[in-house]
């Protein structure tokens, strides 16, 4: 549409058109407005009476009363004095009531030492006795590991002579059932072993 057409049209428009647009946005206006509208928001929240008053000339007298208080703390810290003569005598004050001061009372162990020094080799013979005891019985994984690392140099042969009697009353002869087998193999080995 060109001015012309414009103008035909709408008179008021055309004017509005050749003197710009009338509106203005200052600069970071768009990115201040969130903070302004939410602080007047919480301004118009805020109770109109706090319920705090301030006496009338408050701040007006406020400075001439902290500095006469300070004046006086001053003037009652500079009126105490050292009496005179009181280093004279002072070392003498001292050592006199460290005189009458109690001392501690001493607790000698002179008729305590049979009884402690046997009660002390008790506790020493039952804790060597209790690390003595302890060792001298194996564990099973013990033994096994000590084999394992193979100190124990034994083959299939002398391990059966030592069985002889045990390996003769076996009977090779028994027969197992396919059900009897499955129920032992689901009792005795669990399903992880034939993974691993």
């Known amino acids: 549409m060109t001015t012309e057409e414009l103008k035909h049209i709408a008179a008021i428009l055309a004017e509005i058109q050749k003197k710009g647009s009338g509106f203005k946005t200052p600069d970071a206006y768009f990115d201040e407005i969130e903070n302004i509208v939410t602080s ?21 007298e406020v400075e001439s009363s902290v500095l006469s208080k300070l004046k006086n703390e001053q003037n009652s810290s500079q009126d105490q004095t050292i009496p005179a003569g009181y280093f004279d005598n002072l070392e003498d004050k001292v050592f006199a009531r460290l005189a009458q001061e109690k001392k501690p009372k001493v607790f000698s162990l002179k008729k305590y030492w049979i009884p402690a020094a046997v009660a002390a080799s008790l506790l020493l013979f039952v804790t060597i006795y209790n690390s003595f005891a302890k060792k001298q019985t194996l564990q099973l994984t013990e033994v096994e590991a000590w084999i394992e690392e193979g100190n124990l140099e034994l083959n299939s042969y002398e391990i059966a002579k030592l069985y002889t009697d045990e390996i003769e009353n076996i009977n090779i002869n028994t027969t197992l059932d396919a059900y009897d087998l499955e129920d032992y193999l689901n009792d005795e080995i669990s399903e992880e072993s034939f993974y691993n």
Do not use: C, M
Request: proline share 10%.
């Open 40 to 60: 007047k928001l919480f301004v118009a929240t805020l109770p109109k009476d706090s319920g705090h008053e301030t006496p009338d000339d408050y701040f007006k």
